[in-house]
T-cell receptor, first 114, second 113 residues
Framework: DTAVSQTPKYLVTQMGNDKSIKCEQN?????MYWYKQDSKKFLKIMFS???????INETVPNRFSPKSPDKAHLNLHINSLELGDSAVYFC?????????????FGSGTQLSVL | QKEVEQNSGPLSVPEGAIASLNCTYS??????FFWYRQYSGKSPELIMS????GDKEDGRFTAQLNKASQYVSLLIRDSQPSDSATYLC?????????????FGTGTRLTVIP
């Protein structure tokens, strides 16, 4: 069983479209994250949720809206996609907010905006 | 100024050699440091953590920490082709009142058979 699963793995879309990425973890963790990795491999936190509550929101454009229906799921919706949004988006989870040291990552979603 | 800096490489070493990966960080108050390995097209995975000055060994891997110099390194002994990957240094800090990991841009390591 995959611990942290995210879909889709690849997402190719046109500028201006709206798209969503879904993430689910079956580890029983309390805390989930969205990270963005650019073409230079720089991995940066976007959002963090603990038990469905937003705890980190790192100066991300408000076109990005995370949603956590329960603590096992954290989805990412992106409105009005721009070329600069092209990147790999990783979902991750940790035991709790203090367990950020050991992150379990999903396999990533490669987003290409044309 | 980036919070965590690494030489992006690529770093090439022959099989069996020692690979040395370096990382510096800007926040003097940081207490926890990590190395993640990321194979091409895959997700990062935690391979080492270190919290105190000095060395920490785990198999062929040794993490070294010098808080006074704000420097963390990872040594890989007897390098194998399977070690070829990007190695990400990460430092635990605080962001908006919550724990957060700040990553470097990674060093790409190639082990030549």
């Amino acid at each position: 069983d995959t611990a942290v699963s995210q879909t889709p793995k690849y997402l190719v879309t046109q500028m201006g479209n709206d798209k969503s990425i879904k993430c689910e973890q079956n580890l029983g963790h309390d805390t989930m994250y969205w990270y963005k990795q650019d073409s230079k491999k720089f991995l940066k936190i976007m959002f963090s949720y603990n038990n469905k509550e937003l705890i980190i929101n790192e100066t991300v454009p408000n076109r990005f809206s995370p949603k956590s229906p329960d603590k096992a799921h954290l989805n990412l919706h992106i409105n009005s996609l721009e070329l600069g949004d092209s990147a790999v988006y990783f979902c991750a989870s940790s035991q709790d907010v203090t367990g950020v040291e050991k992150l379990f990552f999903g396999s990533g979603t490669q987003l290409s905006v044309l | 100024q980036k919070e965590v800096e690494q030489n992006s490489g690529p770093l090439s070493v022959p099989e069996g050699a020692i690979a040395s990966l370096n990382c510096t960080y800007s926040d003097r108050g940081s207490q926890s440091f990590f190395w993640y390995r990321q194979y091409s097209g895959k997700s990062p995975e935690l391979i080492m953590s270190i919290y105190s000055n000095g060395d920490k060994e785990d198999g062929r891997f040794t993490a070294q920490l010098n808080k006074a110099s704000q420097y963390v390194s990872l040594l890989i002994r007897d390098s194998q082709p399977s070690d070829s990957a990007t190695y990400l240094c990460a430092v635990k800090g605080f962001s908006a009142g919550a724990n957060n990991l700040f990553f470097g841009t990674g060093t790409r390591l190639t082990v030549i058979p």
